[in-house]
Each structure stands twice: as structure tokens, then as C-alpha cells.
């Protein structure tokens, strides 16, 4: 029998798909394509709500999707199932960063975490009050949190256009503010936008939060095997009447941050069972079914390379970056400038979220950065200048994926839903171009001191 050949002289047609798949995944790991992904994504949704196509825009994500088995059935609208289905995942990803964080990032340590948990809570409340300030009508008071938040991607994104004279000081104190952000945002949706309790559901949620621990005890890491006592952590949370996208933050939250035991070391097991697989290479060839084992070892030790919060987050990050959020921006970002109505105290909303998130969110940031400096309590990090602070403030401001998100718990009603949207994307969209614009005015005096 002819052994198989492994040569290095690979056809050349190979080697180009190689080299044009390794240059794609490069590509999917910038921030600031995903962040590009996501504004054409918004910009389509609102081309087909201003266009002759806005009545089969609306009508398309309000279609129903029913899943059952037998005679229970389940249906929604395909906009239910964006906004509390797919952005579970989402919100899984913001608990494993949050895990991780806490447990190897920047906020492990109480003095690390002190000033960007200082200037997020500064970042929150400032825009809250300007936001109240001009809508203290108890209907339209109830979007106060929609300009508290910060749209990771985006403003991650816009950063990354600045390229390599920011420092890096400057980018790991966003990335920090902005998670602490995250954590506002979820315990204020918690707190503030869940009513009507009912304890049964909550019974449910803990049964599946059973079941993982129950799995992670007994040593399964395959991910697969997680997917049916997490959909039982959701359908819970659903039944409780908590925002069913809160099932991702808890389970990111309970994620294991260590590798599985194993009897010997993952790198050990796979020298092992590869030294095994050359001295018994003709056996092998000869029975296939040899290989089994063998090939089981080597995907555990490769599994257990990474810790599972780590290994998965790495797993979902692109299908967030690129399907879930887009999809999430198509489904909610089309909102129809002719038919804003706006001449009602509507606009009151928008004129609020806009100028909380341009304006408010690096007033507070700064202030509250400022304060704790000058009382002592933090310093800034090395790199790190009051420019740099207040373009962490500016990018702060740009509130998309999880502003909308606010809105759509915030207003049932559809004309103060829709001008929290305009105002989440106007404020959004100054903050940036504020941010970027102040960003290269400062580059040459940053790139000066590298």
C-alpha cells in the first residue's frame, strides 16, 4: 500500500487558500471592521424605513416563528427573537468579558478597577440627569437609562482608526469603562426594567443553573453538551418576567475561568498520544478504527489548552461581531424620519438621548475622573493624559447596540421609541465623529512621546 504524502511543496492553488484564510480570520479580529459591519448594517435598516420598501421592512420582522414539538408551540415575531433570542448570546459574550475581567483583566484588583468604575458611574449618572432634565414627564422619564450606555464595538472600533500612536494605557482604560459600563447597564435592566415577578420561573432558571454545575462537576467541557440546560436557564428567566437576554449574563458569569482537571497536562497528553500515533503508524492504516481514541485525547488536550471562558468566548466572538449585532441593528435601527413625529413632546426624547450621549457621557466621565484624581483617591495610569481621558469620555458616548436595546424595554410606546432611536443614533454618531476628531488632534503629541 502507497503511505500518503505530506509534502511541503504544497499545489500552489492550496497555499493561496491557506494564506487567504489566514488573512481573513486576521481580518474578523479588528475592531474596527466589526464596528464598519455594523454601522452598514444600521445604514441599511434605515435606507429601507425611509424608502418604498419601510412597509415590508416592518412587515418582515414581524413575522411570526413558532417552535414546538407535538402540541407545544411557541411562537413570536422574528423581532422577538432578535432582541431576547440572539442577544442572549450577546449578552453571554458580556458575561464571559465580565468573568474574565474579574479574574485576570483589569478589574481583579479593587485599586486597578477604582478609577474606571469611578468615571463609568460618572458616565452613567450625568447623562441620566440631563436626559431627566428634559423629559421629567413620568412617561418619557422612563428612557432615562437609554444614554448610559456604551457600545463596545463601536467605540473600540473608532479607536482602532487612530491606529497605533494611542496608547495602550488609553485603549485598556475604555475597554474597563466600558465593561463596568456593561455591568451598569444589566443590573439597571434588572433593577429597573423587569415587572411582574412570578417565582415559579425563577425555580426553572435555577434547575438549569443546576444541571451546568452538575455538568462542570462531573468534568464535561464539550460546549455542545451545555446548549439544553442553558435554553432552560433562558425559558426561566422568560417565565419569571425578567428580560430573558439577562440568561447570557448569568451563565457568562458561571463559566469556569480554569481549564478541566485532567490526569496529565494538555500539552503532555498531546506529545504523548502524537509520539503513540508515529511508532504504530502501520497498525493504524491498517484498522482506522485505532485512530478513535487517539484523536479523542488529542481534542481534549486541545480543548483544555484554554479555559472554557476564554475558549468560548474566542468560539462566539465572531458570529457576535458579525451576524448577531448586525442583525440586531437591521431589525431595530430603521426608523422612519417621515414619520417621526416629532412636533409632540416626542422630540423632548430625542433631543435628551442625543445630547446625554455627545454631551453628557465625557462631561461625566471626565468629571468624575477629575474629582477622584484631585481628592486622591486614583491617579492616572503611565501614558495616560487628560486628552486621553477625554477621548475615552467622547467614545464613551457612542451608546448603539445597547441604547436601542434600553429604548425597546423603555417605551411601548412606538413614537417615543422611535425618536430614542433617532436620538441614539444622532448622539451616537457626534460622539464618534467628536471622538475620531479629537483622536487625531492629539496623535502627533502622542506619537511624539512613544
Request: overall charge neutral; aromatic content about 8%; hydrophobic content about 55%.
Given at each position: 500500500m ?5 509534502s ?9 487558500a ?11 479580529h479588528v475592531?474596527?471592521?466589526s ?39 411557541f411562537s413570536k ?17 458580556v ?28 458616565g ?22 437609554v ?11 473608532v ?10 494605557n ?35 432558571a ?15 467541557g464539550a ?90 468566548q ?7 461581531a458579525?451576524?448577531?449585532?448586525p442583525i440586531?441593528a ?25 445630547l ?6 465625557p ?7 477629575w ?7 486614583c ?13 475615552v ?6 451608546g448603539f ?7 425597546t ?8 421609541l422611535?425618536a ?10 457626534a460622539?464618534?465623529?467628536l ?8 496623535a502627533?503629541?502622542w506619537?511624539h512621546?512613544?
Amino acid at each position: 500500500m502507497e503511505k500518503p504524502s505530506f509534502s511541503e511543496d504544497l499545489p500552489r492553488s492550496q497555499r493561496l487558500a491557506e494564506q487567504a484564510l489566514a488573512t481573513l480570520q486576521g481580518f474578523l479580529h479588528v475592531e474596527a471592521v466589526s464596528g464598519g459591519v455594523l454601522l452598514v448594517a444600521a445604514a441599511i435598516a434605515l435606507a429601507c424605513a425611509n424608502s418604498p420598501l419601510a412597509y415590508d421592512y416592518h412587515a418582515f420582522w414581524n413575522l411570526p416563528l413558532t417552535i414546538g414539538v407535538g402540541e407545544f408551540l411557541f411562537s413570536k415575531s422574528l423581532h422577538f427573537w432578535v432582541n431576547d433570542g440572539l442577544m442572549t448570546i450577546f449578552f453571554l459574550v458580556v458575561g464571559m468579558e465580565i468573568r474574565r475581567e474579574i479574574h485576570e483583566g483589569e478589574l481583579r484588583r479593587l485599586d486597578q478597577a477604582a478609577l474606571p468604575l469611578i468615571a463609568a458611574a460618572g458616565g452613567v449618572v450625568v447623562p441620566a440627569l440631563i436626559y431627566l432634565s428634559l423629559n421629567n414627564d413620568p412617561v418619557r422619564s422612563q428612557g432615562w437609562a437609554v444614554p448610559t450606555a456604551t457600545d463596545i464595538a463601536f467605540a473600540v472600533g473608532v479607536l482602532a482608526l487612530l491606529g497605533r500612536s494611542v496608547p495602550a494605557n488609553v485603549r485598556v482604560f475604555l475597554l474597563a469603562l466600558a465593561i463596568i459600563d456593561d455591568i451598569i447597564a444589566v443590573l439597571i435592566i434588572a433593577l429597573f426594567y423587569t415587572e411582574g415577578l412570578a417565582f415559579g420561573g425563577f425555580v426553572v432558571a435555577l434547575l438549569g443553573v443546576l444541571m451546568i454545575f452538575g455538568l462542570q462537576k462531573i468534568g464535561v467541557g464539550a460546549a455542545p453538551v451545555y446548549v439544553v440546560p442553558s435554553v432552560v436557564v433562558w425559558l426561566g428567566f422568560l417565565v419569571a418576567g425578567v428580560h430573558p437576554t439577562l440568561a447570557g449574563v448569568v451563565l457568562g458569569l458561571i463559566t469556569p475561568v480554569r481549564p478541566m482537571p485532567m490526569r496529565e497536562h494538555p500539552l503532555e497528553m498531546a506529545s504523548r498520544v502524537l509520539r503513540q500515533l508515529r511508532g504504530n503508524d502501520a497498525g493504524q492504516r491498517k484498522d482506522p478504527h485505532r485512530l478513535m481514541q487517539p484523536l479523542r485525547e488529542l481534542r481534549a488536550a486541545h480543548r483544555e489548552m484554554l479555559s472554557p471562558v476564554s475558549r468560548v468566548q474566542m468560539a462566539l466572538h465572531p458570529w457576535v461581531a458579525y451576524l448577531i449585532m448586525p442583525i440586531f441593528a437591521l431589525a431595530n435601527a430603521g426608523v422612519g424620519f417621515t414619520g417621526a413625529d416629532l412636533t409632540s413632546s416626542a422630540h423632548f426624547v430625542m433631543w435628551g438621548t442625543a445630547l446625554a450621549l455627545a454631551v453628557g457621557k465625557p462631561v461625566g466621565v471626565v468629571g468624575a475622573t477629575w474629582i477622584a484624581v484631585r481628592l486622591g483617591w486614583c491617579r492616572l495610569a503611565p501614558g495616560v493624559s487628560w486628552g486621553g481621558v477625554w477621548l475615552v469620555g467622547l467614545l464613551a458616548g457612542i451608546g448603539f447596540t445597547m441604547s436601542i436595546f434600553i429604548g425597546t424595554l423603555a417605551f411601548a410606546d412606538e413614537t417615543l421609541l422611535a425618536a430614542a432611536k433617532l436620538g441614539v443614533l444622532a448622539g451616537s454618531l457626534a460622539a464618534a465623529t467628536l471622538g475620531l476628531g479629537w483622536g487625531l488632534i492629539h496623535a502627533r503629541p502622542w506619537r511624539h512621546c512613544r
